[in-house]
């Protein structure tokens, strides 16, 4: 480990490679390359497994440092084009300068599927204040949607999503779930009334 400190930096990315020892140097030496020449301020290599240990540990720390906040996260595990995230990232960072709210985001960039973290204030008293987290909530999926991208990539639609679930599958995904509660419930006794089906 060397370079930078991990708090000096606006963001990190963790690349793993694996393969035969040859062609996994020429990848880390390549990926490095292309690190740098997109502005990447450190770029830190590991090859031993205490090496590649201290680097997922910063990846864990990240979300335990979200707990020990002590605020309540709304996390989110929206799903949003590559070629969107730094749009996704920027969109975050003006609504945390517009409304003081802290949102953090993390997880799996290689397919798209990001953990926005949307820090639910506290009153003077410490209790929650959760009408303009949840306003965020609201403008978090309104943009996702509008950018091609999904609610949900690792933990479905249940009820706290259920207002976007027409939206999110569209008109010709909400009829194939009609039709199908129709067929295989025709008296509505399962969930009736839940997702609006």
């Known amino acids: 480990m060397g370079g930078c400190s991990p708090a000096a930096a606006e963001g990190h990315i963790i690349i ?10 020429r990848e880390q030496r390549e990926i490095a390359e292309l690190l740098r020449a997109a502005g990447g301020v450190d770029v830190v290599s590991a090859t031993t497994e205490d090496e590649v240990e201290q680097i997922w540990q910063l990846r864990r720390e990240f979300s335990y440092s979200l707990k020990a906040t002590r605020l309540t996260k709304l996390n989110e595990d929206i799903v949003i084009s590559r070629s969107r995230l730094v749009d996704l990232v920027e969109f975050c960072a003006s609504l945390e300068r517009e409304t003081g709210i802290s949102v953090a985001c993390f997880g799996h960039s290689g397919d798209g599927n990001i953990h926005t973290n949307i820090m639910v204030p506290k009153d003077a008293q410490g209790r929650d204040i959760r009408p303009p987290a949840d306003a ?62």
């Open 16 to 25: 793993e490679v694996d393969g035969r020892a040859d062609a996994v140097a």
């Open 136 to 197: 965020l909530v609201h403008r978090l999926f309104d943009w996702v949607l509008a950018h091609g991208g999904s609610i949900t990539g690792e933990d479905g639609i249940g009820l706290a999503k259920a207002p976007w679930f027409p939206t999110a599958i569209g008109p010709v995904a909400l009829s194939v779930h009609r039709s199908l509660k129709q067929a295989l419930d025709p008296q509505g006794l399962l969930n009736p009334g839940k997702m609006g089906l």
